[in-house]
């Protein structure tokens, strides 16, 4: 499944050439977080500004095929831009794990619900703890499902 529409590539280097060499191989490389072993997935949405498809990478935080996506952008005062694209689109979006690609709908989880997607996301990368420590945001969580 693909989104429709003009693919504008990350403003950040780094980021894009992940994306595309993540994709480019299927998922057999630029699979892991640079310099580390810990597992990246892609995430492709729809801007919410421009209505162009957007790419990025993200912490792979996987439990019974549902995923999280936590826009930490490394504790940073403010939201990843990304965070306000799947607050409007949040039924375009697709996740690339690996070799497969599938639809996804998000939902930004909350209380408990959060709590226990918080846990499975800094069990999956530790550093997420790191960084809400670094900053007085609550940094948003989301709970990505697969399309049926
Ligand atoms: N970021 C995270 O937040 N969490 C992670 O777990 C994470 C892991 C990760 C692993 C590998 C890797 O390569 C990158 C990783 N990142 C992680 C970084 C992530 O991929 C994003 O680059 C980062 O979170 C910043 O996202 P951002 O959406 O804020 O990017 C900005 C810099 C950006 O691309 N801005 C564009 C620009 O031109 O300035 C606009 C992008 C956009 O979506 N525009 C929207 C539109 O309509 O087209 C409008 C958005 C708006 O409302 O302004």
């Known amino acids: 499944m693909t989104?429709?529409?003009?693919?504008?590539?990350?403003?950040?280097?780094?980021?894009?050439?992940?994306v595309e060499a993540y994709e480019r191989?299927?998922?057999?490389?630029?699979?892991?977080?640079?310099?580390?072993?810990?597992?990246?997935?892609v995430v492709t949405m729809r801007g919410n500004k421009t209505g162009k498809i957007r790419k990025i990478a993200l912490m792979r935080v996987e439990h019974d095929g549902e995923y999280a996506?936590?826009?930490?952008?490394?504790?940073?005062?403010?939201?990843?831009?990304w965070y306000y694209n799947l607050k409007a689109h949040p039924?375009?979006?697709?996740?690339?794990?690996g070799a497969e690609r599938f639809?996804?709908?998000?939902?930004?989880?909350?209380?408990?619900e959060r709590a226990t997607w918080w846990a499975r996301a800094v069990e999956a990368y530790p550093p997420y703890a790191e960084y809400q420590e670094r900053t007085d945001r609550t940094i948003p969580v989301f709970v990505a499902s697969r399309k049926q």
């Open 69 to 81: 996506l936590v826009a930490s952008l490394g504790g940073a005062p403010q939201h990843p831009v």
């Open 103 to 112: 639809a996804v709908r998000v939902r930004e989880v909350s209380g408990d």
């Open 25 to 41: 191989s299927g998922g057999r490389e630029a699979n892991t977080l640079e310099g580390t072993d810990w597992p990246v997935v």
């Open 91 to 97: 039924d375009e979006v697709t996740l690339q794990d």
């Open 3 to 18: 989104l429709q529409g003009e693919y504008e590539p990350n403003a950040m280097d780094w980021v894009r050439e992940q």
